[in-house]
Nanobody, 121 residues
Framework: QVQLVESGGGLVQPGESLRLSCAAS????????MGWYRQAPGKQRELVAM???????TYGDSVKGRFTISRDNAKNTVYLRMNSLKPEDTAVFYC???????????????WGQGTQVTVSS
């Protein structure tokens, strides 16, 4: 019904940058909040950044000033620009979106499959 597909992950050196993308498709009427979470090995999944449909943003403390979330509502896509990457940013990054679907009275949360980001020299 609804799919979230992430792209843009990879292996980079400390200090470098990456941009992640997440495109939502399927039976979508509209999308409320969209965001990024990450999960490192042996750790709980944590919020990286979130953006509302109006453009209000929220960031996790560890990424403030380095990461920027944005969205293109016409494309149902959310982006995460990651600068000054550190080894501790290494994780699987997941996209999440709160979606109003056609013929569904309530919005529901959907997750992407995840994309690996590895920061290593």
């Amino acid at each position: 019904q609804v799919q979230l597909v992430e792209s843009g992950g990879g292996l980079v050196q400390p200090g470098e940058s990456l941009r992640l993308s997440c495109a939502a498709s399927g039976s979508i009427f509209s999308i409320n909040d969209m965001g990024w979470y990450r999960q490192a090995p042996g750790k709980q999944r944590e919020l990286v950044a979130m953006i509302t449909s109006f453009g209000t943003t929220t960031y996790g403390d560890s990424v403030k000033g380095r990461f920027t979330i944005s969205r293109d509502n016409a494309k149902n896509t959310v982006y995460l620009r990651m600068n000054s990457l550190k080894p501790e940013d290494t994780a699987v990054f997941y996209c999440r979106a709160h979606i109003n679907k056609f013929q569904s009275p309530y919005p529901t949360w959907s997750w992407g499959q995840g994309t690996q980001v590895t920061v290593s020299s």
